[in-house]
């Protein structure tokens, strides 16, 4: 085998077996405990976007009974409270904590603790967060029905202020307008907040960001922990809070001059806040609306917005292949109902697409075996000499049209494809804890038999055997020990990545006996 071939086999094995050890190491895990992620969270007012500098206090609240009111719909259950009008809680009804744990998620929990959504207001550097009255106690939706909480309330100046969420039962994203009016006989001016907070910050364990994410001159910031506050005030499309499943984000819709600030206070705590100044004349009014979005990253879910909230899943350096497979996967899943099976789908049409390629591959194999008493002698002859040999080589190579690195071209392309598909099953939420069949219940985590690793390896050490090779004893030994290599390579490997891989082996195994059984052309 042609030297140039051995290297290009070595690389695409070092790339598949350490990329995931390259992320970790990229991105070091940096999560505290929660004990102490809590302890040092600072308090409500310290941590608030809308509160920065310590000179600004908040206005002192009596003390009042709160009210909740329950929204619940087919997708989660919500409890929002009448004190700034924020989120307490939101369970995802669709989402366990883990396939053996029944608890439904609290997205609350992830990336929207301490009431946020709640509505703050700045009264000349007095910071004031109304007490709402709530238009109901409980809201129902089913099917495609929609419904509204209207909070009412007053500021201290005489402004009122209503905040109206109107919710579908289809749909995690919630419209919400916020309305001012000014009946007092002066002019008001005062800066209104919206707020978001958060248990998490920087990178968590398996690499991917948790904290601020802000989406403004087309441009998508993600805030290390080292950034303690950004700001901006032009341009925004979105701002929120993230980990790696979860999202809490504020979108603006009507055309207002919008400022956000985002900080990360402390290690394991991040805060939002979009801001909007209220400047009304006597009798004045204004309405400002945006979509809230608390929940999971679902690719299309997020799409559908289309001002580039998709971009909150981090499908790390092949996003360009990672994103369109997800897409393709998920519409699979939706007709065959397992994602296993959208997998085997994908990588049919992946082994179609990439035919042409194969089928000129392993004709390039078989002419360099046929090659191969040639090109011994022609080592022998210029043994003394190997840039002579080398030269004589590649003339033989022209003269009978062989590429010498074309058996390995299909191993190394699939190296992008292997990436993505890697990073689709880490970090698209759609494939967590999505099983297959028999003791695969998890597509996402490894085997926990062990039995497509194993599978995966036996039809590999069969292509190996069906493929032509170098008549070299010890390079046709160390050919069959890739197979053992690479079971164990894969132990460790998603149980979905094994099984693109196994079915990958098994289509191959196909196209070579095909393509052997066709007459090669004189």
């Known amino acids: 085998m042609d030297k140039k071939v051995w290297i290009a086999l070595i690389l695409s094995m070092v790339v598949i077996f350490f990329y995931p050890y390259l992320i970790k190491w990229y991105y070091p895990q940096q999560q505290p405990p929660v004990e102490k992620r809590e302890s040092a969270a600072p308090a409500d007012v310290q941590a608030q976007p809308g509160a920065v500098a310590p000179a600004q206090p908040q206005q002192p609240q009596k003390a009042v009974a709160e009210e909740l009111t329950i929204v619940e719909t087919p997708l989660y259950k919500a409890v929002f409270s009448n004190v700034g009008g924020g989120i307490k809680s939101l369970e995802l009804k669709n989402y366990k904590k883990g396939k053996d744990d029944p608890e439904i998620v609290n997205a609350a929990s992830k990336v929207a603790i301490k009431n946020s959504f709640r509505s703050q207001f700045d009264l000349n550097g007095i910071v004031e967060t109304p007490v709402f009255k709530p238009s109901s106690a409980s809201l129902n939706l089913d099917g495609a029905s929609t419904g509204s909480l209207i909070y009412t309330g007053a500021l201290s100046n005489g402004l009122t202020i209503e905040k109206k969420f109107t919710f579908s039962a289809d749909t995690y994203f919630i419209n919400t307008e916020v309305k001012s009016l000014n009946a007092t006989q002066t002019a008001v001016s005062v800066r209104a907040d919206i ?303 094994v099984l693109y891989w196994l079915v990958n082996n098994v289509l191959s195994i196909g196209q070579q006996y095909f393509v052997y059984k066709t007459p090669a052309k004189a």
Not at 232 to 241: A, E, H, N, R
Not at 348 to 375: A, G
Not at 409 to 424: G, H, K, R, S, T
Not at 451 to 468: S, W
């Open 195 to 497: 707020i978001l907070s958060a248990p998490v910050s920087g990178k968590d364990e398996t690499g991917y960001h948790q904290g601020p994410i802000i989406k403004s001159n087309n441009e998508l910031t993600r805030q290390d922990e080292d950034d303690r506050t950004l700001t901006g005030s032009s341009k925004l499309k979105w701002l929120g809070l993230e980990d790696k499943y979860f999202l809490a984000a504020l979108i603006p819709v009507t055309d207002t001059h919008f400022s956000w600030v985002t900080e990360v206070p402390a290690p394991g705590s991040s805060a939002a806040a979009l801001q909007f100044p209220v400047n009304l004349a006597p009798g004045g009014s204004s309405r400002v609306v945006l979509n809230t979005f608390l929940g999971p990253k679902e690719y299309d879910t997020l799409l559908k917005q289309k001002v580039g909230l998709e971009e909150a899943i981090e499908f790390g350096w092949f996003d360009w292949m990672a994103k369109p497979f997800l897409v393709v996967l998920n519409f699979f899943d939706r007709y065959l109902g397992n994602y296993g099976l959208a997998i085997i789908v994908l990588t049919v049409i992946i082994k179609v697409l990439f035919y042409p390629l194969t089928k000129k591959s392993l004709h390039s194999m078989r002419d360099m075996q046929r090659m191969q008493p040639q090109m011994a002698a022609l080592k022998e002859k210029y043994k003394d000499d190997k840039q002579k040999m080398n030269k004589e080589l590649m003339e033989l190579y022209k003269r009978h049209k062989i590429n010498p690195v074309g058996g390995c071209l299909p191993m190394v392309l699939q190296i992008p494809v292997f990436i993505a598909l890697y990073e689709v099953l880490y970090v698209a939420i759609e494939l967590r804890h999505a099983p297959f069949f028999l003791w695969i219940t998890d597509l996402s985590e490894k085997d926990p038999y062990y039995i497509t690793p194993i599978l995966m390896g036996a039809t590999m050490f069969l292509q190996q055997k069906m493929t032509p090779t170098s008549v070299d004893p010890a390079q046709q030994k160390i050919m069959m020990l890739m197979p053992i290599v690479f079971t164990f390579m894969f132990l460790s490997f998603p149980a979905g990545l």
